[in-house]
C-alpha cells in the first residue's frame, strides 16, 4: 500500500520560508515523479512542481525563482523549499505519485 503523509506547513510572514516534506511509503517511490500541487479557498487545484525520477524538475511560473524541489530516495522523501512566500502562496499542499495523494498541509502567509 503506497502512502503520502505532508508535514512542514504552518503560518509565515511575507517574505518567509518554509519547507514541505512529503514522505512515501512503499516501494515504487524511486522510479517514480513526484508532484506539488496546492488548492486555495475557493479555487481549483493548482500544480506547483513536480521531480522525476531522473531528478528533472519542473516548476508553474508562479512559483519559480522562489521554490526548489528536491528528492532524497533513501528516505523516500520529497521536499519543497519555498522562498519569498507571498500572500496568494496560502493554501493546502499536496504531494502527488501516479495516483496516490496526501492529506495535504497548510500554508498561510499573513502578516
Known amino acids: 500500500q503506497v502512502q503520502l503523509v505532508e508535514s512542514g506547513g504552518g503560518l509565515v510572514q511575507p517574505g518567509g520560508s518554509l519547507r514541505l516534506s512529503c514522505a512515501v511509503s512503499?516501494?515504487?517511490?524511486?522510479?517514480?515523479?513526484v508532484g506539488w500541487y496546492r488548492q486555495a479557498p475557493g479555487k481549483q487545484r493548482e500544480w506547483v512542481a513536480a521531480i522525476t525520477a531522473a531528478r528533472i524538475t519542473t516548476y508553474a511560473d508562479s512559483v519559480k525563482g522562489r521554490f526548489t524541489i528536491s528528492r532524497e530516495n533513501a528516505k523516500k522523501t520529497v521536499y519543497l523549499q519555498m522562498n519569498n512566500l507571498k500572500s496568494e502562496d496560502t493554501a493546502i499542499y499536496y504531494c502527488?505519485?501516479?495516483?496516490?495523494w496526501g492529506q495535504g498541509t497548510q500554508v498561510t502567509v499573513s502578516s
Open positions: 512503499g516501494s515504487i517511490f524511486s522510479s517514480n515523479t
Open positions: 502527488n505519485m501516479v495516483k496516490f
